[in-house]
């Protein structure tokens, strides 16, 4: 996982321990190592925020042995890129759930994305999740445009053993979340997923038609799945997408066969919105809640 970002990590802290930690000095390798940030699908306001910071924090720095200057740079690096992951609002997932719980209201997240992120997939997965943590789940087949999405999704009701709520294709997507939520205010369901038509950025009417979905429902969370493996088209999505319908946090996919591992890097960045899960397999019990401080920290070993 991410193994050329981290052999490019590697490849800087030795070129920076051997340099003298001036300004002029510190460029000319920045300069490379911002091309291969780049070349690892890290956008380039990443690469470039990433290297500014590390030059600015560097230069002058007075060290007296070799093996101090690596720690010194190790350190720094990972300081820098933590800002780079952190952002203002911490998601407490569970949290809210419970808090949900306690007044009796379900908890509901819509799901946003394109077609072949892992949208689906991923909302299966976020149930299991649920499930796991003793809360009951329904689904809303609110992708009512794509053909055997509403298949594909009570499939994964079926092997869940969970309940999807479902209206015709062609059929208003929002009226189908409200019917999931209004069954879930009826039934004591704690959860409502809501999956939604996956659309390319790009399409206004469709990215309209989810404006009006989120409009109709006031989800307590919109989280946007995109494709570790798509790269910097990963970013433009997220960006797209939050400028559109406003997203509160994303679901990276695939990410266990992603060996460039930008997307991880930038995606928050860009929105400055949490990775609130990676998907890192094809089973149900194959998500994990994102943890900046364990990736920075796996990206620099």
């Given at each position: 996982?991410?193994?050329k970002?981290?052999?490019?990590?590697k490849?800087?802290?030795?070129?920076v321990?051997?340099?003298e930690?001036?300004?002029?000095?510190?460029r000319?390798?920045?300069?490379?190592?911002?091309?291969?940030?780049?070349?690892?699908?890290?956008?380039?306001?990443?690469?470039?925020?990433?290297?500014?910071?590390?030059?600015?924090r560097?230069?002058?720095?007075?060290?007296?042995?070799?093996?101090?200057?690596?720690?010194?740079?190790?350190?720094?690096l990972?300081?820098?890129?933590l800002?780079?992951?952190l952002t203002?609002?911490?998601?407490?997932?569970?949290?809210?759930?419970?808090?949900?719980?306690?007044k009796?209201?379900p908890?509901?997240?819509l799901?946003?994305?394109?077609?072949?992120?892992?949208k689906?997939?991923s909302?299966?997965?976020?149930?299991?999740?649920?499930?796991d943590?003793k809360?009951?789940?329904?689904?809303a087949g609110?992708?009512?445009?794509?053909?055997?999405?509403?298949?594909?999704?009570?499939e994964?009701?079926?092997?869940?053993?969970?309940?999807?709520?479902?209206?015709?294709?062609?059929?208003?997507?929002?009226?189908?979340?409200?019917?999931?939520?209004?069954?879930?205010?009826?039934?004591?369901?704690?959860v409502v997923?809501?999956?939604?038509?996956?659309?390319m950025?790009t399409?206004?009417?469709?990215?309209?038609e989810?404006?009006?979905?989120?409009?109709?429902?006031?989800?307590?969370?919109?989280?946007l799945?995109?494709?570790?493996?798509?790269?910097n088209?990963?970013?433009?999505?997220?960006?797209?997408?939050?400028?559109?319908?406003?997203i509160?946090?994303?679901i990276?996919?695939?990410?266990?066969?992603d060996?460039?591992?930008?997307?991880?890097?930038?995606?928050t960045?860009v929105?400055?919105?949490?990775?609130?899960?990676?998907?890192?397999?094809?089973?149900?019990?194959?998500l994990?809640?994102f943890?900046?401080?364990?990736?920075?920290?796996?990206?620099?070993?």
């Amino acid at each position: 996982m991410f193994d050329k970002l981290k052999s490019g990590f590697k490849g800087l802290v030795t070129k920076v321990t051997t340099t003298e930690l001036k300004a002029e000095n510190l460029r000319p390798v920045l300069s490379d190592f911002k091309m291969t940030l780049a070349e690892n699908d890290v956008a380039f306001p990443v690469a470039d925020k990433v290297c500014d910071e590390l030059e600015k924090r560097l230069h002058g720095v007075q060290v007296k042995r070799l093996e101090d200057r690596k720690k010194i740079v190790e350190d720094n690096l990972r300081q820098v890129l933590l800002e780079v992951m952190l952002t203002d609002k911490k998601i407490d997932i569970l949290g809210m759930a419970e808090e949900k719980r306690q007044k009796k209201e379900p908890l509901v997240l819509l799901f946003v994305g394109i077609n072949g992120t892992g949208k689906t997939t991923s909302i299966a997965k976020v149930a299991q999740f649920f499930k796991d943590k003793k809360y009951s789940v329904v689904f809303a087949g609110s992708d009512t445009y794509r053909a055997g999405s509403i298949e594909q999704l009570e499939e994964h009701a079926k092997r869940l053993n969970l309940r999807i709520i479902k209206h015709q294709y062609g059929a208003d997507p929002a009226a189908v979340a409200y019917d999931a939520i209004s069954h879930a205010k009826a039934h004591g369901t704690s959860v409502v997923l809501i999956d939604t038509a996956g659309r390319m950025q790009t399409n206004h009417n469709l990215m309209n038609e989810l404006a009006k979905i989120k409009r109709i429902v006031t989800p307590d969370l919109t989280i946007l799945t995109v494709d570790s493996l798509a790269g910097n088209d990963a970013v433009q999505q997220a960006e797209e997408f939050h400028k559109a319908v406003g997203i509160d946090a994303t679901i990276l996919t695939k990410v266990d066969a992603d060996v460039k591992g930008g997307a991880a890097l930038s995606v928050t960045y860009v929105t400055q919105k949490p990775i609130l899960f990676i998907g890192v397999g094809q089973s149900y019990k194959d998500l994990e809640v994102f943890n900046p401080e364990k990736f920075v920290n796996m990206i620099l070993r």
